[in-house]
């Protein structure tokens, strides 16, 4: 780990955001603990807490206080590699004419037979058709064995079709009266003068035929050929089918793993290096990619990944087929800026996580994870719900699919709790101090020594999150089985309850109190901790703790 | 309209619930499945030194008699579940009876304290109704 770049000293937007050059980008992490440096990522850090609703104004002033610093350079890569898939394929036209260009086709390949087009990189794949020079030749047409025509399918080569509208009964029935050849009327009934009673009429659209002219073959029984044309002989050619198509990758680089999404950088880097690929095809299939196709001032860690990521990107469009398939082209850019990892203390405690600072212009992105923790949970506390939200890893309803991706891939839990933070409000003021486990809090007494647990977990019967209690109050003896539970009638709140120790395998008492999150607020339950504290834990352990 | 009298005009103002009030708290008998009643007793003691004036409103049904220690073992050790109801013995009788109890702060200015007094209630009677059914078939918890 390097030390912080002395230079590093300017005022704040610089401080935090200077230029990143292409060398820049081989820089391993660099941490400082100068004044300057943590009163920069103090201030940058109160400005972003007060301009967020989710945080009261003001919440971090005199609590807050970043202790050390950290930061890396980040980079993006974004790769577009234009890829040209070409095929010949056969086609046929009528033979207007005797005159053809018999001579074979240069090549084989098509990929030389017409030019590559410049590289355009469409945003949508793009299709050309090209029309080969030689190889042509003429033949029977055989759609309609060299006759010209086709037998009429409709017809059956009669030129006439039953009549629609009658159905080649010669005759319609009569509208006005319905077929019944009356008129019925209030004051009787009368002969239908339409059809004179006879109930129907002469077809007009046959003229009482029966049959029609066929509209297919026009009355002539056969059909042209659409493939000949009439003419009975068709010219075979080639036709060159060229897509061309853009691929877009990203990949975003750091020294470090550090545990935190970055996609909110994307749009907030400066672009400091970029470069046209041209690249070159030999016998159908992309030649090796070579570095020195380029001399760009960058890192040689840089480097090694761009050129692994180019070679991907190559790979993927330069499948060699007998209709030949290849990458044309490959465009890159290369992204930076510094991502900072900031330690600091609230009201003077270390606090177990970090907040990052990155972008542009100190366009402040903050955000948070757990990190003591062993399996990969995160936690949604004061204000960390929000900074979680501010990188991406939370949303209002819980973990985003990403972030519960990366927890899954990697393992652990997720749990999304206390995010008013009414039993952290609580239990600071009751003056105790607390660690965040894996699942709620360690409470700790006065002398430091855990005095309790508060676990936040969720109630799937009712789909709430529930605040769990659990007090250790002593080995439970047989003897005082029946006693504790007479004990339970006269606690105001909590519940005298008995576990087996799994490590010791005896049977204990503990005091559990259980409550539904939506219903507490810091007052109430700022009540019952003090209860289940300073009456009900003494005055349990008293008479059946040992 | 004190805090007990509006809950008694509240819950009384269902058909099928029966409240019974007296100078220590309320008596409400409601229905908890087809044919099935429980019995809730609610009683409600002052929480010294809050601001706002809080008070810590009790629960309690009765579920039966335990008729041997087993029971005993076994309501403690529902005790260390995750659910919100308790169980206790009560001294008040002889024997003891087992009855589920639920205590929870309110703050009784607040509109919404006799909805969330009746979830509890119907909670802890649905409890004690669960675990009186079950002394009476087999008495096992």
Request: glycine content about 8%.
């Amino acid at each position: 780990m390097s030390k912080w770049d002395p230079q590093f000293k300017s005022p704040r937007v610089e401080l935090l955001q200077p230029g990143v050059s292409p060398a820049d980008l081989d820089s391993g992490v660099q941490s400082t603990d100068e004044k300057v440096v943590l009163g920069c990522c103090d201030t940058v850090v109160k400005l972003w807490a007060d301009s967020r609703t989710d945080i009261p104004r003001g919440r971090l002033e005199g609590s807050f206080r970043a202790t050390e610093a950290q930061r890396q350079p980040v980079a993006q890569l974004s790769i577009e590699t234009q890829i040209i898939r070409r095929r010949i394929e056969p086609r046929r036209e009528p033979a207007r004419q005797d005159a053809i260009n018999d001579r074979p086709l240069p090549t084989g390949s098509p990929l030389a037979l017409v030019p590559i087009e410049d590289a355009a990189f469409p945003p949508e794949t793009v299709t050309a058709i090209h029309r080969l020079p030689g190889g042509e030749s003429i033949s029977g047409c055989s759609d309609c064995d060299s006759k010209g025509n086709n037998p009429c399918t409709a017809c059956e080569e009669t030129g006439q079709i039953l009549c629609s509208a009658c159905r080649g009964q010669t005759r319609i029935t009569c509208e006005r009266c319905g077929g019944r050849g009356l008129l019925i009327y209030p004051n009787g009934t009368f002969a239908c003068p339409n059809c004179v009673r006879t109930g129907s009429l002469p077809c007009g659209a046959c003229g009482g035929n029966g049959r029609t002219r066929c509209a297919i073959c026009s009355g002539n029984g056969y059909r042209t050929c659409g493939t000949c044309d009439g003419f009975g002989r068709v010219i075979n050619f080639h036709v060159l089918i060229s897509d061309t198509s853009t691929q877009r990758e990203s990949q975003i680089h750091l020294t470090t793993e550090w545990p935190v999404d970055v996609p909110w950088l994307m749009g907030d880097m400066e672009t400091i290096w970029a470069e046209d690929v041209e690249l070159e095809v030999s016998r159908g299939r992309v030649a090796a990619f070579d570095t020195n196709q380029y001399s760009p001032p960058i890192s040689p860690r840089m480097l090694e990944q761009l050129r692994g990521a180019i070679e991907d990107a190559i790979t993927t469009g330069s499948v060699a087929r007998t209709q030949v398939v290849t990458a044309r082209a490959v465009r890159f850019r290369v992204d930076g800026c510094y991502l900072h990892r900031v330690a600091y203390s609230l009201n003077g405690k270390p606090a177990p996580d970090s907040i990052y600072i990155g972008g542009l212009s100190n366009h402040i992105q903050v955000g948070s994870l757990h990190e003591n923790s062993k399996t990969a949970t995160a936690w949604a506390q004061r204000p960390l719900h929000g900074l979680l939200r501010a990188i991406g890893l939370v949303e209002s309803t819980g973990p985003t699919s990403s972030f519960k991706k990366r927890i899954k891939d990697k393992g652990g839990k997720v749990h999304l709790l206390d995010t008013n933070t009414v039993v952290v409000d609580a239990v600071e003021g009751l003056g105790l101090t607390m660690d965040v486990t894996d699942i709620g809090y360690c409470v700790r007494g006065h002398a430091n020594i855990p005095e309790f647990t508060v676990e936040l977990t969720h109630d799937s019967k009712e789909g709430k999150l529930v605040v769990g209690f659990i007090g250790f109050l002593g080995t439970a003896y047989r003897e005082h089985f029946a006693p504790a539970l007479l004990m339970g009638k006269h606690l105001t709140f909590g519940r005298i309850g008995l576990v087996m120790n799994q490590g010791t395998g005896t049977l204990e008492f503990r005091l559990f109190d259980t409550r539904r999150y939506d219903d507490l607020n810091k007052e109430s339950y700022s009540v019952v901790l003090r209860y289940l504290l300073d009456t009900a834990t003494p005055r349990i352990r008293s008479r059946i703790g040992k | 309209m004190s805090f007990f009298k509006r809950l008694a005009y509240m819950f009384g103002s269902h058909k099928q619930v029966k409240v019974q009030a007296s100078s220590s708290g309320l008596l409400v008998t409601l229905p908890i499945a087809a044919k099935r009643t429980q019995t809730a007793k609610i009683t409600a003691k002052i929480i010294e030194g809050t601001d706002p004036q809080l008070i810590a409103v009790s629960v309690v049904s009765r579920a039966g008699f335990p008729e041997n220690h087993k029971l005993v073992r076994k309501a403690l050790e529902y005790n260390a579940g995750k659910q919100r109801v308790a169980l206790c013995l009560s001294d008040d009788c002889e024997p003891p009876a087992l009855d589920a109890i639920l205590c929870v702060p309110i703050d009784p200015h607040d509109e919404h304290a006799p909805i969330e007094i009746w979830d509890v209630m119907v909670e802890v009677a649905a409890v004690a109704d669960n675990l009186e059914r079950q002394l009476s078939s087999t008495d096992e918890l």
